[in-house]
C-alpha cells in the first residue's frame, strides 16, 4: 500500500477535519435526533472540507489576473524627458588647485539640506 501524500502535514488535515465536524455537530444540534447527528458529522466534515477548498480554488483562479503586473505592448516607447541629477554635498572640479583650504565656508547655501537631530521623542 502506497504513502498518501496529501501536501500538508497529517495533523493539520485531521485538525481542519474535527474543526468542520464539530461545527456541522453546532449545526445540526436543533434538526436532527442525537443518534444522527454524530454520523452526519462524521461524514459530512469531509465533504464539506472539500467543498470549501473547491470554493477557495475556484475563487483564487477568478481573483488572480487582478494580481498579475501590466503588460506593455511592444510598440509603445516611454517619453524621453531627461531629469538634472540632484547633488546631496559639494561638487569639485577636476582642475581645483591645491590649495584650497579644508574649512567650510560661512555662506549659506541655496538649496536645503535634511539634518539629522540626535534627540529621540518620547
Same mark, same amino acid.
Given at each position: 500500500?502506497?504513502?498518501?501524500?496529501?501536501?500538508?502535514?497529517?495533523?493539520?488535515?485531521?485538525?481542519?477535519l474535527?474543526?468542520?465536524?464539530?461545527?456541522?455537530?453546532?449545526?445540526?444540534?436543533?434538526?436532527?435526533?442525537?443518534?444522527?447527528?454524530?454520523p452526519?458529522?462524521?461524514?459530512?466534515a469531509?465533504?464539506?472540507?472539500?467543498?470549501?477548498?473547491?470554493?477557495?480554488?475556484?475563487?483564487?483562479?477568478?481573483? $488572480?489576473?487582478?494580481?498579475? =503586473?501590466?503588460?506593455? =505592448?511592444?510598440?509603445?516607447? #516611454?517619453p524621453?524627458? !531627461?531629469?538634472?541629477?540632484?547633488?546631496?554635498?559639494?561638487?569639485?572640479? #577636476?582642475?581645483?588647485?591645491?590649495?584650497?583650504?579644508?574649512?567650510? $565656508? =560661512? !555662506?549659506a547655501?541655496?538649496?536645503?539640506?535634511? $539634518?539629522?537631530?540626535? !534627540?529621540?521623542?518620547?
Amino acid at each position: 500500500m502506497g504513502v498518501l501524500d496529501l501536501g500538508f502535514p497529517l495533523w493539520l488535515v485531521i485538525s481542519v477535519l474535527v474543526v468542520f465536524a464539530l461545527l456541522l455537530y453546532y449545526l445540526l444540534r436543533g434538526r436532527v435526533s442525537e443518534v444522527l447527528r454524530v454520523p452526519l458529522a462524521i461524514v459530512l466534515a469531509p465533504v464539506c472540507t472539500v467543498a470549501a477548498v473547491a470554493v477557495a480554488v475556484v475563487l483564487s483562479a477568478l481573483l $488572480s489576473p487582478f494580481y498579475d =503586473p501590466p503588460t506593455d =505592448p511592444a510598440g509603445r516607447q #516611454p517619453p524621453a524627458t !531627461t531629469m538634472p541629477l540632484e547633488t546631496t554635498g559639494p561638487t569639485t572640479s #577636476p582642475t581645483a588647485s591645491p590649495t584650497t583650504s579644508p574649512t567650510a $565656508s =560661512p !555662506t549659506a547655501s541655496p538649496t536645503a539640506s535634511p $539634518s539629522a537631530s540626535a !534627540t529621540a521623542s518620547p
